[in-house]
C-alpha cells in the first residue's frame, strides 16, 4: 500500500491529502468556501514544520500571529508551544505539515480518526475529539493555559471517559486504515 489518501474533503472547498511523513491542506478560497482553521493546540512529544505553498496562512506561534506565504519559509513549530492555523477567506491557500521527528508520525492516523467523527469538530462531540486527541499527541489550550491540567483533561477524558461511555476509535492502526 502506497500510503497516499485520496483528498479528504471535510469543509467546503478546505481538503486534506495524506502522504507518508506529509500532510496537504488546501483551501480553495471561493466566496462560499468555509476557511481552514486549526484551534490553538499543542503537542508533547513532536515539532511541526509548515510550509506554505500557495496563497497565505495566519499561523499563532505562542503569543504571536504571523502572515506566511511563499516567500516566508517555514513555520517552525516547537512541541510544547500553543499553536494555531487559520486561512483567510475568499484567498485560495496551499500548505503541508510534517512532523519531527520523521520517525514521529501518528499525524495520518489521527486525521483519518478525527475526520471519522459524524458531523463536525463542533458538533461531533467532546469525549469523542479529546479520545483522538488522547491518542495522538494533541492538546487543546484552556481558556487559562495550565499544560497539565489541559493534559489531565484529555487524559481522563479522552483515556477513561470516552471508552466507559462506548467510544472507540475508528482506526487503531495505519494498515487497518489504509485498507
Known amino acids: 500500500m502506497s500510503g497516499y489518501s485520496d483528498p479528504f474533503e471535510y469543509l467546503k472547498g478546505?481538503?486534506?491529502i495524506l502522504e507518508p511523513q506529509l500532510?496537504?491542506?488546501?483551501?480553495?478560497g471561493g466566496a462560499d468556501?468555509?476557511?481552514?482553521?486549526?484551534?490553538?493546540?499543542?503537542h508533547e512529544d513532536h515539532d511541526?514544520?509548515?510550509t506554505v505553498l500557495e496563497g497565505k496562512l495566519k499561523v499563532t506561534l505562542g503569543g504571536e500571529t504571523r502572515v506566511y506565504t511563499p516567500e516566508s519559509g517555514e513555520a517552525f513549530?516547537?512541541?510544547?508551544?500553543?499553536?494555531?492555523l487559520e486561512s483567510f477567506k475568499?484567498?485560495?491557500?496551499?500548505?503541508?505539515?510534517?512532523t519531527n521527528p520523521s520517525e514521529f508520525d501518528t499525524k495520518e492516523l489521527f486525521f483519518r480518526n478525527i475526520l471519522s467523527i459524524p458531523g463536525n469538530l463542533s458538533s461531533g462531540g467532546l469525549v469523542p475529539v479529546m479520545q483522538v486527541l488522547y491518542h495522538g499527541d494533541g492538546y487543546p489550550v484552556l481558556p487559562i493555559h495550565v499544560a497539565w491540567l489541559e493534559k489531565a483533561f484529555v487524559r481522563i477524558l479522552g483515556g477513561y471517559v470516552a471508552p466507559l461511555?462506548?467510544?472507540q476509535l475508528k482506526y487503531k492502526s495505519l494498515t487497518e486504515a489504509r485498507a
Open 33 to 42: 468556501d468555509d476557511i481552514f482553521q486549526v484551534p490553538l493546540h499543542w
Open 90 to 98: 475568499g484567498v485560495p491557500c496551499v500548505a503541508t505539515e510534517r
Open 23 to 28: 500532510r496537504i491542506i488546501k483551501s480553495r
Open 48 to 50: 511541526e514544520i509548515i
Open 165 to 167: 461511555l462506548g467510544h
Open 77 to 84: 513549530v516547537p512541541r510544547g508551544v500553543p499553536h494555531a
Open 14 to 16: 478546505v481538503t486534506l
